[in-house]
């Protein structure tokens, strides 16, 4: 899933759940939400166990692009 895709699906899930009668406000909390999940997921990279991979090379490598990913996708919610 691009980040794209994944910062659409995380607001939508959130713009469902959220039930306001006025729209601007569901849209707001929506995207709030999404950012604080996308937060919360980042905070865990540095917790990746090393002996799942070979090398510290390798470790290094998935936690780069594990935050790469989603930086992407908080950079995407917010453009919602």
Known sequence: ???Q??????????WY?????NI??????SKQC???AVDEIIKV??????KD???LEQLNAANIYFVE????????????
């Open 69 to 80: 990913y989603w930086n992407e996708v908080k950079q995407e919610i917010e453009k919602l």
């Open 34 to 36: 999404a950012l604080i």
């Open 1 to 3: 899933m691009t980040p």
């Open 5 to 14: 895709e994944k910062a659409k699906d995380l607001y939508d899930s959130y």
């Open 53 to 55: 991979w070979e090398t």
């Open 45 to 50: 990279c540095p917790y990746i166990r090393q």
């Open 17 to 21: 759940c959220l039930f306001q009668s």
């Open 24 to 29: 601007e406000k569901r849209n707001y909390w």
